[in-house]
């Protein structure tokens, strides 16, 4: 089923019951000294179809999941600017590539000697070359290296892998046979419009309309 705005207890009144739990199981945790990553992780399964059941179905697992990247790129963006990007976008950009291309060239490999389809192959391969950015950045948190020239380039080759996620997400139903190959330059023609179009109203249009904004002199 999908959300309904107009149901009270819809997707805000998940969030909240979800968040609940997550917020006692890591006060809960950090007492025994459980890291907050892997309370959250449980959160999340206890909250599941498998669990309390306090999202019900797959679906709306998705649709959470969806909110949670939005968020995840998000608070990423606070920790690495894009000026910062543009300084050390040569390592990021041929690091992020040769890591996230080498692992999943690698994982295929394995896959197909597996015995594994190759389309099949291909998605594995994709999937194993992605990292957990909330682990990784938490735990370079952590140890205090978010700042240091390591922990910036780290921090680059992920939102690098986050920006995969996009391609990885368009490549799921090709591989998996949902999309005709006649189809496939359609489909890759919209997402590259739809990115254009994204970029243009994020240097052009949203500039304008928050100096709009700061004009106006009002404060709310």
Do not use: C
């Amino acid at each position: 089923r999908h959300y309904d705005a107009s149901v009270p207890h819809g997707l805000f009144g998940d969030l909240v019951i979800v968040y609940a739990i997550a917020l006692a199981i890591v006060i809960a945790a950090g007492r025994v000294g459980v890291p907050p990553i892997i309370a959250l992780i449980v959160a999340g399964a206890l909250s599941g179809p498998s669990g309390f059941r306090v999202v019900e179905t797959l679906e709306e697992v998705d649709q959470l999941a969806e909110i949670g990247i939005v968020l995840l790129l998000f608070t990423v963006g606070l920790e690495f600017p894009m000026r910062e990007l543009r300084r050390i976008w040569r390592p990021v950009v041929f690091g992020g590539a040769l890591q996230v291309g080498g692992t999943a060239a690698l994982a295929a490999a394995i896959a197909i000697m597996s015995g594994i389809s190759g389309r099949a192959a291909v998605f594995i391969g994709l999937f194993l070359a992605l990292s957990s950015t909330a682990i990784v950045l938490k735990e370079l948190a952590r140890h205090n290296r978010l700042d240091s020239a390591p922990g910036r380039i780290t921090t680059g080759v992920l939102l690098f892998q986050d920006l995969a996620v996009v391609l990885l997400l368009l490549a799921a139903p090709i591989l998996a046979g949902a999309v005709e190959m006649s189809a496939v330059p359609s489909v890759l023609g919209r997402a590259a419009l739809a990115l254009v179009a994204i970029l243009a109203i994020g240097r052009l249009a949203l500039p304008a309309l928050f100096r709009l904004v700061t004009a106006s002199g009002q404060r709310e």
